[in-house]
Protein backbone atom coordinates (compact mmCIF):
# COMPACT_ATOMS: atom_id res chain seq x y z
CA UNK A 1 0.00 0.00 0.00
CA UNK A 2 1.31 3.04 -0.89
CA UNK A 3 0.79 6.52 1.24
CA UNK A 4 0.54 10.35 -0.56
CA UNK A 5 1.97 12.79 1.99
CA UNK A 6 1.11 16.14 0.98
CA UNK A 7 3.65 18.71 2.72
CA UNK A 8 2.39 21.94 3.58
CA UNK A 9 1.30 23.99 6.54
CA UNK A 10 -1.45 23.73 8.91
CA UNK A 11 -3.79 25.96 9.22
CA UNK A 12 -3.12 26.96 12.72
CA UNK A 13 0.86 27.48 11.41
CA UNK A 14 -0.64 29.99 8.97
CA UNK A 15 -2.74 32.08 11.44
CA UNK A 16 0.59 32.13 14.15
CA UNK A 17 2.73 33.40 11.56
CA UNK A 18 -0.08 35.63 10.24
CA UNK A 19 -0.33 37.19 14.03
CA UNK A 20 3.43 37.57 14.23
CA UNK A 21 3.79 39.51 11.04
CA UNK A 22 0.78 41.27 11.99
CA UNK A 23 1.84 42.05 15.25
CA UNK A 24 5.39 43.14 14.40
CA UNK A 25 3.94 45.48 11.08
CA UNK A 26 1.93 47.30 13.62
CA UNK A 27 5.17 48.01 16.05
CA UNK A 28 6.93 49.13 12.67
CA UNK A 29 4.22 51.77 12.06
CA UNK A 30 4.20 53.21 15.39
CA UNK A 31 7.68 53.39 16.13
CA UNK A 32 8.22 55.01 12.38
CA UNK A 33 5.18 57.82 13.48
CA UNK A 34 7.18 58.72 16.57
CA UNK A 35 10.52 58.65 14.63
CA UNK A 36 8.98 61.06 12.35
CA UNK A 37 7.59 63.24 14.88
CA UNK A 38 11.09 63.56 16.28
CA UNK A 39 12.93 64.09 13.47
CA UNK A 40 10.72 67.52 12.90
CA UNK A 41 10.99 68.11 16.11
CA UNK A 42 14.72 68.14 15.33
CA UNK A 43 14.54 69.88 12.24
CA UNK A 44 12.34 73.02 13.39
CA UNK A 45 15.27 72.98 16.32
CA UNK A 46 17.99 73.62 13.42
CA UNK A 47 15.89 76.50 11.78
CA UNK A 48 15.77 78.21 15.14
CA UNK A 49 19.44 77.61 15.70
CA UNK A 50 20.56 78.99 12.37
CA UNK A 51 18.60 81.97 12.42
CA UNK A 52 20.02 82.90 16.03
CA UNK A 53 23.67 81.87 14.85
CA UNK A 54 23.05 83.93 11.69
CA UNK A 55 22.05 87.06 13.58
CA UNK A 56 24.82 86.81 15.81
CA UNK A 57 27.57 86.25 12.76
CA UNK A 58 26.00 89.21 11.32
CA UNK A 59 26.20 91.73 13.95
CA UNK A 60 29.99 90.81 13.88
CA UNK A 61 30.78 91.05 10.38
CA UNK A 62 29.32 94.69 10.41
CA UNK A 63 30.67 95.48 12.93
CA UNK A 64 34.24 97.00 10.97
CA UNK A 65 32.02 98.13 8.10
CA UNK A 66 30.71 101.75 8.97
CA UNK A 67 26.92 102.42 8.16
CA UNK A 68 26.32 98.91 9.39
CA UNK A 69 23.12 98.69 11.61
CA UNK A 70 23.42 98.89 15.21
CA UNK A 71 22.80 95.30 15.59
CA UNK A 72 21.04 92.01 14.44
CA UNK A 73 18.32 90.23 16.44
CA UNK A 74 15.69 87.86 16.50
CA UNK A 75 12.59 88.60 17.00
CA UNK A 76 10.32 85.67 18.65
CA UNK A 77 6.40 85.90 17.78
CA UNK A 78 5.04 83.24 20.10
CA UNK A 79 1.38 83.61 18.49
CA UNK A 80 2.33 83.63 14.83
CA UNK A 81 4.76 80.55 16.20
CA UNK A 82 7.60 82.54 13.96
CA UNK A 83 10.93 84.07 14.44
CA UNK A 84 11.94 87.19 12.46
CA UNK A 85 15.76 88.54 12.00
CA UNK A 86 15.84 92.39 12.00
CA UNK A 87 18.19 95.52 12.15
CA UNK A 88 18.22 97.63 14.85
CA UNK A 89 18.95 101.62 14.20
CA UNK A 90 18.67 104.56 15.99
CA UNK A 91 16.02 106.19 17.13
CA UNK A 92 16.15 108.76 13.50
CA UNK A 93 15.97 104.96 11.29
CA UNK A 94 19.59 105.09 10.80
CA UNK A 95 23.18 104.17 11.98
CA UNK A 96 24.46 107.61 13.02
CA UNK A 97 23.64 107.27 16.29
CA UNK A 98 23.85 104.06 17.96
CA UNK A 99 23.40 104.74 21.57
CA UNK A 100 20.33 105.83 21.08
CA UNK A 101 18.43 102.25 19.40
CA UNK A 102 16.52 100.69 21.54
CA UNK A 103 17.27 97.17 21.03
CA UNK A 104 13.34 95.57 20.48
CA UNK A 105 11.88 94.69 17.58
CA UNK A 106 8.54 97.15 16.68
CA UNK A 107 6.98 95.92 13.75
CA UNK A 108 4.85 99.21 13.38
CA UNK A 109 8.24 101.84 13.75
CA UNK A 110 8.06 103.70 10.42
CA UNK A 111 11.61 101.87 10.20
CA UNK A 112 10.46 98.49 10.25
CA UNK A 113 11.20 98.11 6.15
CA UNK A 114 14.99 98.20 7.37
CA UNK A 115 14.66 94.33 7.78
CA UNK A 116 14.41 93.80 3.94
CA UNK A 117 17.02 90.91 3.97
CA UNK A 118 17.49 89.14 0.90
CA UNK A 119 16.03 86.53 0.86
CA UNK A 120 13.74 87.37 3.92
CA UNK A 121 14.78 85.84 7.56
CA UNK A 122 11.56 84.48 8.38
CA UNK A 123 10.88 80.93 9.94
CA UNK A 124 7.71 79.84 10.69
CA UNK A 125 7.56 76.52 12.80
CA UNK A 126 5.85 73.67 11.20
CA UNK A 127 2.20 73.29 12.32
CA UNK A 128 2.55 70.50 14.77
CA UNK A 129 5.60 72.46 16.38
CA UNK A 130 4.56 75.42 18.87
CA UNK A 131 6.53 77.44 21.63
CA UNK A 132 6.20 75.93 24.95
CA UNK A 133 4.50 78.91 26.81
CA UNK A 134 5.62 80.89 27.87
CA UNK A 135 8.79 82.32 26.47
CA UNK A 136 9.28 85.32 28.90
CA UNK A 137 11.14 87.22 26.01
CA UNK A 138 10.58 88.78 22.93
CA UNK A 139 13.40 89.52 21.36
CA UNK A 140 17.34 88.62 21.08
CA UNK A 141 19.53 91.00 19.94
CA UNK A 142 23.76 90.78 19.43
CA UNK A 143 25.46 94.13 19.33
CA UNK A 144 28.48 93.57 17.99
CA UNK A 145 31.81 93.67 18.88
CA UNK A 146 31.78 91.09 21.81
CA UNK A 147 28.80 90.65 20.91
CA UNK A 148 27.17 91.91 23.54
CA UNK A 149 23.46 89.85 24.13
CA UNK A 150 20.38 91.82 24.88
CA UNK A 151 17.53 89.72 26.34
CA UNK A 152 14.07 92.12 26.01
CA UNK A 153 12.26 91.58 28.51
CA UNK A 154 14.87 90.62 30.54
CA UNK A 155 14.39 87.35 31.73
CA UNK A 156 16.48 87.74 35.02
CA UNK A 157 17.70 86.00 37.35
CA UNK A 158 18.46 83.53 34.96
CA UNK A 159 20.32 86.18 32.79
CA UNK A 160 20.04 83.79 29.65
CA UNK A 161 16.59 82.69 27.15
CA UNK A 162 15.62 79.51 26.57
CA UNK A 163 13.67 78.98 23.83
CA UNK A 164 11.57 75.34 24.64
CA UNK A 165 9.73 74.15 21.11
CA UNK A 166 7.14 71.31 21.50
CA UNK A 167 5.51 68.44 19.09
CA UNK A 168 2.03 67.11 19.38
CA UNK A 169 2.67 64.14 21.82
CA UNK A 170 4.61 65.81 24.63
CA UNK A 171 8.21 65.85 22.75
CA UNK A 172 10.28 68.66 23.84
CA UNK A 173 13.44 70.46 22.95
CA UNK A 174 15.02 73.46 24.22
CA UNK A 175 17.39 76.04 22.78
CA UNK A 176 19.29 78.26 25.37
CA UNK A 177 21.44 81.82 24.56
CA UNK A 178 23.38 83.10 27.38
CA UNK A 179 24.41 86.81 27.68
CA UNK A 180 27.69 86.23 26.41
CA UNK A 181 25.99 84.67 22.69
CA UNK A 182 26.88 81.19 23.53
CA UNK A 183 23.72 79.00 21.84
CA UNK A 184 23.14 75.41 23.52
CA UNK A 185 20.65 72.64 23.26
CA UNK A 186 19.47 70.45 25.94
Do not use: W
Not at 53 to 75: D, E, N, Q, V
Amino acid sequence: MARNHKSGFTLIEILVIITTLSLLSGILIVYNRSTERQILLFREQAKIINLILRAKSLALSTYTKSGSPCAYGIHLDQAEKELRMFQDLDENGTTADCSTADNIYDPNSMYAAQENFDPPMIEKLDGQVSFLDPLGFTDIVFIAPNPDVIITPDPAPANDAAIEIVITGGISKKIKINRFGQVSVE
